[in-house]
């Protein structure tokens, strides 16, 4: 869509009823991206489809206000549903209960893109400065990258909220989901995801209003402002700033109608930190400012160049693959034994380390292991009770590489009964102990 130019009123608002709900209505695009590959079973995927069957089934989908898809990962991504396609949450369970494991690998980065471009996107009949989240349930792996397509997303403004059903690796997930990845991230056997669907459900509605200013929709030359609607056309309106963190002098001002909840800046300098402000003026009632500041993406490579392509992190070189597998064994109520295979032909690691902590929170603890070793015994350990455990290894490159794995310590012995004192005969004296 052709670029927004700052020149009045008419540009970058919103003014019907529809377009402003009341704070507490949630409103937005929610995108289900599922693991449909043949890493994961025919068992394991029936009870993630249920999963998000039930998630889905109590939210409030309707025309202009939210909406739900549902993307699967396979060899190619396949859309089981688009936005807007079904207006209630049972017609949404119903759909996804009736859907198909597609099998083939397990190509999520590639999916990411596909959503990315053809179901989030304006051009594609996304709708502008609405709040929108992704759901990914996965294994745990992929067979082609997901960082640099997942940044993508997040730079369109997408809250990322990820649920593993296996051995992913911890780091690499807590940095493909929104931060604090300890809201957004979820490790859960797949039997036992029933326990986190309310909990999620509640963190999605929550993402689908916004309390404060946030940037959505980050390219090279500009980004869209959205905030909840603080004021009303007949009770104030707002002053937007845009300062230039190295230019100060160089800021730019725009006045909104009171019943405004985005605007879409443009014309911006590309890898560049600005400060924006958000002004509410009501006579009213008093509203504090809002601060935030955005940077652009870097810029493109000329005149009529798409967005500048995404630089792929830097990933360890082949010859500093971490460890490929964890095992667990010797499970005890206290303790319980650690062992990986390092790689084949990878490079000696200077050392691990092994970080564990209970999966419904708590401390997590840290354990160092010299080069040359594979195992470690984990004590203090709690009775009954899952741990995630994540093994590191550090290179002489300062590279890390981790791999996690899911471990539960045995049930303590259950406590004897207290003998019950035997009551004293007549004619019988009691002894005392």
Known sequence: SAPLTVMGWGLGLRHTREQCPPASAPRGDLMFLLDSSASVSHYEFSRVREFVGQLVAPLPLGTGALRASLVHVG?????????????????????????????????????????????????????????????????????????????????????????????????????????????????????????????LRGSILDAMRPQQLRATEITSSGFRLAWPPLLTADSGYYVLELIPSAQPGAARRQQLPGNATDWAWAGLDPDTDYDVALVPESNVRLLRPQQLRVRTRPGEAGPGAGPAPTQLAALPAPEEAGPERIVISHARPRSLRVSWAPALGAAAALGYHVQFGPLRGGAAQRVEVPAGRNCTTLQGLAPGTAYLVTVTAAFRSGRESALSAKACTADGPRPRPRPVPRASTPGTASREP
């Open 75 to 199: 060899t190619r991504p396949y859309t089981e549903f688009p936005f807007g396609q079904h207006s209630s949450g049972e017609a949404a369970q119903d759909a996804v209960r009736a859907s198909v494991q597609r099998m083939g690998d397990t190509h999520t980065g590639l999916a990411l893109a596909y959503a990315k471009e053809q179901l989030f996107a304006e051009a594609a009949g996304a709708r502008p400065g609405v709040p929108k989240v992704l759901v990914w349930v996965t294994d745990g792996g992929s067979s082609d990258p997901v960082g640099p397509p997942m940044q993508e997303l997040k730079d369109l403004g997408v809250t990322v909220f990820i649920v593993s059903t296996g051995r992913g690796n911890f780091l690499e997930l807590s940095a493909a989901a929104s931060a604090p990845a300890k809201k957004h991230l979820h490790f859960v056997d797949v039997d036992d995801l029933h326990i986190i669907v309310q909990e």
